[in-house]
């Protein structure tokens, strides 16, 4: 099915939404009133809703460019010498990312089960898991990480490390201070 491209006001519309939100889920974490993101952007509910059917593609429309750079990261790393450091390079770049907005972690160990297959964070949350997979694999076949870890599981733990850290009030920190202990348990031999 072909798809329209979207009138100036519409375009418009759909911009200021995102903008909005993205300050409404920076201030309020990722449970901001839709309503409230609404009437902050100067438009009616029902026009958030035609934008975005679903508070996830809303928050997957916020998040994209960022996923977008983090998947290319997960690229350049791949070239890096040091294949272990190469990974927790970019565990740490993932986890400062998705420290903002608060909740980001959640949402995404959320969308990696089987019911988010088709949407916009479901498809995010894999593409994740792929960089995050191809990143580990070569860890594995460097010998600097254990090879039964699975990349879904270590997106998991990561993501855990991000809630947990969250309501610290050293955020960075706790987070430099789990992936150490994470990467002490990854290490093969």
Same mark, same amino acid.
Do not use: K
């Given at each position: 099915?072909?798809?329209?491209?979207?009138?100036?006001?519409?375009?418009?519309?759909?911009?200021?939404?995102?903008?909005?939100?993205?300050?409404?889920?920076?201030?309020?974490?990722?449970?901001?009133?839709?309503?409230?993101?609404?009437?902050?952007?100067?438009?009616?509910?029902?026009?958030?809703?035609?934008?975005?059917?679903?508070?996830?593609?809303?928050?997957?429309?916020?998040?994209?460019?960022?996923?977008?750079?983090?998947?290319?990261?997960?690229?350049?790393?791949?070239?890096?010498?040091? #294949?272990? &450091?190469?990974?927790?390079?970019?565990? =740490? *770049?993932?986890?400062? @990312? +998705?420290? %903002?907005? !608060?909740?980001?972690?959640?949402?995404?160990?959320?969308?990696?089960?089987?019911?988010?297959?088709?949407?916009?964070?479901?498809?995010?949350?894999?593409?994740?898991?792929?960089?995050?997979?191809?990143?580990?694999?070569?860890?594995?076949?460097?010998?600097?990480?254990?090879?039964?870890?699975?990349?879904?599981?270590?997106?998991?733990? #990561?993501? &855990?490390?991000?809630?947990?850290?969250? =309501? *610290?009030?050293?955020? @960075? +920190?706790? %987070?430099? !201070?789990?992936?150490?202990?994470?990467?002490?348990?990854?290490?093969?031999?």
């Amino acid at each position: 099915m072909e798809t329209r491209p979207m009138r100036a006001d519409a375009r418009r519309n759909y911009e200021r939404l995102v903008t909005t939100a993205r300050t409404a889920f920076t201030e309020h974490g990722t449970g901001a009133s839709l309503d409230e993101i609404a009437r902050r952007a100067g438009v009616g509910s029902g026009t958030l809703y035609r934008h975005f059917p679903t508070r996830d593609a809303l928050l997957h429309a916020v998040l994209r460019e960022r996923i977008d750079g983090l998947l290319g990261h997960a690229d350049a790393l791949l070239a890096e010498p040091d #294949a272990e &450091a190469a990974l927790a390079r970019w565990l =740490r *770049t993932y986890l400062a @990312g +998705a420290s %903002t907005p !608060r909740g980001t972690c959640t949402v995404i160990i959320e969308a990696m089960g089987t019911e988010w297959a088709g949407t916009g964070l479901g498809a995010a949350a894999g593409a994740i898991r792929t960089a995050l997979g191809r990143l580990l694999d070569r860890a594995q076949r460097a010998g600097a990480v254990r090879a039964e870890v699975d990349p879904g599981d270590l997106l998991r733990l #990561a993501n &855990a490390i991000g809630v947990a850290s969250e =309501r *610290t009030p050293d955020p @960075g +920190a706790c %987070t430099d !201070r789990m992936l150490t202990l994470l990467f002490g348990g990854l290490r093969a031999g």
